[in-house]
Every structure is written in C-alpha cells, then in structure tokens.
C-alpha cells in the first residue's frame, strides 16, 4: 500500500513524499506512472516505504482502538435499520429464513399453481392418461360384474389394484428434476424443505386423487357391478393409492436419478403385488414368509373386496376364498396398516428430502 485517503489530499501527499504533480499533469496517470513497477518513473518502492513510515503507525493505532469497540450484532442492526424506518420491532425475524413458514408455503404453493397451469402435460399425466386407461381397462372387462361371482371377478378386482397402486410410478422422475431445484434453493435457505414437500402435495395429491377415483369410477361403469360394492371398491383403491403415492414420493426423495429410482420401487411393488391371495397365498407361501401378508396392502384391500362381494352373492363359490386363504374381520386391521405404513412413509420422505442429495458447494 502507498497511500490511505481522500484522493483530495493525494496530491499534496505524493508531493511531500518528493514528487510534485507538475501543473499541466493528470493526477492519475502520474499516480499510475509512479506505482507501476517497471515504468519509467517508477517510485513504488519509495511510496510504500512512505507509507509505512508515514501513514501506517496512525493507521495501527486506529485498528487497535476499533478492535476494543463493541459494535453492533446482525440483531442489533436490523432493529436500529427498522428504527429509522419508523417500524420499531415489526417485521424483524432474528432465524436463517427471512420469511416465516406460512409466507413461504404461500410463495411455493401459489409458484407450483402456475406452473402446473402452465404445463399441460402435467394435468394430463395426471388425469387425462388415467381416464384414457379406465376407458381401456373397462372396455376390456365391460359387463363382468353381470355373471356370477368367481375367478373373473377376483382377477378383475386385482387388476384394478394393481393399476391403481402404479397410478403415481410415472411421477418419480418429475419429483425428482423438483427436488434439485428445492436443493439449490433450500441451501440458500430461502424456504424450508417442509414448505416445499406440502406446497407439492396440495397440488400434486389433489390431481392424482381426481385422476385415481375417475379410472376407478369408469372402470367400475363399464364393469356393471352392483352399486352396492361402489363404496368398498373406491374407499379401498383411494386408500391404496395413498399408500403408494406416499412410497413413490419417497422412493424420488431418496434416489439420485430416475433411473435408480425405479430400480428401488420395483422390488416393493413385486412383494406387495405378488403376496395378495391371487398370485402368492398364505397357503402356497412358505411359512417363513406369512408375515409379509400382515403387511401387504394389496392383500388387504383385495381380502376385504372379494370378501364383501362373496358375502353378496350368498357365500357361493366361497372355495375360492378359503383357496386364497382370506379371512374375515381384518378390515380395520388392514386400514390401521396400511395408514400407519403411510404416514411412515410420508416421514421418511421428509428426513430423506432434508439429509440426502444435498447439494455440494
């Protein structure tokens, strides 16, 4: 360093120092001339011993004094900046967001309405495809629930779960192209993870929902089953389809790409898809393995359809349900697990978004 000050008294300084600014010359490009090492009239070596000799002595003394001075904390300055803005204690947040949480689920919630608007594949993944599929499905088994009760009916059913549980699957790799974006934000720490994971579920549950009860609605039409098997069918599909939504959503929250997120839900969809009575049952299964009935939400849901529609059609053809092992009376056991294993789920799916694929500055 050559000088510390005004650059008003640059010139005066330079010239005690022994070079005068002649009277027709820039100030400037005499500075650049005698600090610029190499040059013709280069005197940065006299300057900086100038300097030191001159100036910094002061300038120590000034920074030891400053050190001893208390000054203002980050809080301290934000209420002094408030005071002079005539706010005295209003609007301060002392945290690491600057707006509280429900500004940031407002601000997120209201961003993923527009962009949702904005891009109708969206919309259509989520409710066009599944009513094209329920067209398809229903056209397929139109009318079966006009013959008498039996395997059709049973393997129906079981389709019908199955479509309904793949319902979010094609979700995961747009969950996670979001969740990088969230990465990038939450570690400026404009809003907080929790903000952004309920934000997406007011919009993308609402969408799925609508598009998960109008398969299971045309499917049922085309089928011609009785009315009376309407609320035991969707309230156990919509149930499944909770349960599956919430382990996709995890599944995208804890896999790096779309590619190994899909290589993680494959194996729980053949467990759940295959230990249901239909393609494994209790009776086929070794005993090593019963447990996993108790925990397999298809089975569940699946015992609990055919069961009441056995018990509609007088308990004829009631072989088939001792075949597949289905018990009776497990309904509330069977929606106690599967809600417990969503809100699992769904926790885990928080603490997976908050510790996991962080991004490395």
């Given at each position: 360093?050559?000088?510390?000050?005004?650059?008003?008294?640059?010139?005066?300084?330079?010239?005690?120092?022994?070079?005068?600014?002649?009277?027709?010359?820039?100030?400037?490009?005499?500075?650049?001339?005698?600090?610029?090492?190499?040059?013709?009239?280069?005197?940065?070596?006299?300057?900086?011993?100038?300097?030191?000799?001159?100036?910094?002595?002061?300038?120590?003394?000034?920074?030891?004094?400053?050190?001893?001075?208390?000054?203002?904390?980050?809080?301290?300055?934000?209420?002094?900046?408030?005071?002079?803005?005539?706010?005295?204690?209003?609007?301060?947040?002392?945290?690491?967001?600057?707006?509280?949480f429900?500004?940031?689920?407002?601000?997120?919630?209201?961003?993923?309405?527009?962009?949702?608007?904005?891009?109708?594949?969206?919309?259509?993944?989520?409710?066009?495809?599944?009513?094209?599929?329920?067209?398809?499905v229903?056209?397929?088994?139109?009318?079966?629930?006009?013959?008498?009760?039996?395997?059709?009916?049973?393997?129906?059913?079981?389709?019908?779960?199955?479509?309904?549980?793949?319902?979010?699957l094609?979700?995961?790799?747009?969950?996670?192209?979001?969740?990088?974006?969230?990465?990038?934000?939450?570690?400026?720490?404009?809003?907080?993870?929790?903000?952004?994971?309920?934000?997406?579920?007011?919009?993308?549950?609402?969408?799925?929902?609508?598009?998960?009860?109008?398969?299971?609605?045309?499917?049922?039409?085309?089928a011609?089953?009785?009315?009376?098997?309407?609320?035991?069918?969707?309230?156990?599909?919509?149930?499944?389809?909770?349960?599956?939504?919430?382990?996709?959503?995890?599944?995208?929250?804890?896999?790096?790409?779309?590619?190994?997120?899909?290589?993680?839900?494959?194996?729980?969809?053949?467990?759940?898809?295959?230990?249901?009575?239909?393609?494994?049952?209790?009776?086929?299964?070794?005993?090593?393995?019963?447990?996993v009935?108790?925990?397999?939400?298809?089975s569940y849901?699946?015992?609990?359809?055919?069961?009441?529609?056995?018990?509609?059609?007088?308990g004829?053809?009631?072989?088939?349900?001792?075949?597949?092992?289905?018990?009776?009376?497990?309904?509330?056991?069977g929606?106690?697990?599967?809600?417990?294993?969503?809100?699992?789920?769904?926790?885990?799916?928080?603490?997976?978004?908050?510790f996991?694929?962080n991004?490395q500055?």
């Open positions: 360093m050559a000088y510390c000050g005004p650059m008003s008294k640059a010139s005066s300084y330079v010239a005690a120092c022994g070079y005068p600014i002649p009277d027709q010359a820039n100030p400037t490009d005499l500075y650049l001339d005698l600090l610029t090492p190499g040059a013709e009239f280069d005197a940065s070596d006299a300057l900086v011993a100038a300097f030191t000799q001159r100036q910094k002595p002061d300038i120590d003394l000034v920074v030891k004094e400053a050190g001893t001075v208390i000054g203002h904390t980050t809080k301290g300055m934000l209420m002094a900046a408030r005071e002079l803005q005539g706010l005295e204690g209003k609007g301060v947040r002392f945290g690491a967001y600057a707006a509280p429900y500004v940031q689920l407002r601000t997120l919630l209201s961003r993923k309405v527009r962009i949702t608007l904005r891009n109708p594949g969206a919309i259509g993944m989520q409710i066009l495809m599944p009513m094209i599929t329920g067209v398809v229903g056209t397929i088994f139109q009318g079966i629930g006009k013959i008498d009760f039996g395997i059709p009916q049973v393997l129906f059913i079981f389709i019908l779960l199955t479509i309904l549980s793949l319902q979010s094609p979700l995961m790799p747009a969950l996670i192209e979001e969740r990088t974006f969230m990465k990038h934000e939450t570690s400026e720490r404009l809003y907080m993870e929790s903000a952004h994971i309920l934000a997406t579920m007011l919009v993308t549950v609402p969408l799925s929902l609508i598009g998960a009860a109008s398969q299971t609605l045309i499917i049922y039409a085309f011609g089953l009785p009315s009376e098997f309407l609320p035991t069918i969707l309230g156990w599909t919509l149930l499944l389809f909770f349960m599956f939504d919430a382990l996709f959503q995890f599944v995208a929250a804890v896999a790096p790409d779309g590619e190994q997120a899909m290589t993680m839900a494959t194996p729980w969809l053949v467990v759940f898809m295959l230990f249901n009575g239909v393609v494994v049952t209790k009776a086929t299964a070794p005993i090593f393995l019963h447990w009935f108790e925990i397999s939400p298809t849901a699946l015992q609990a359809i055919v069961l009441r529609m056995t018990e509609s059609s007088g004829e053809n009631n072989f088939y349900v001792k075949s597949m092992g289905f018990q009776s009376g497990q309904d509330m056991q929606i106690a697990v599967i809600l417990c294993m969503t809100i699992l789920l769904r926790l885990m799916h928080v603490l997976a978004l908050r996991l694929n991004i500055k």
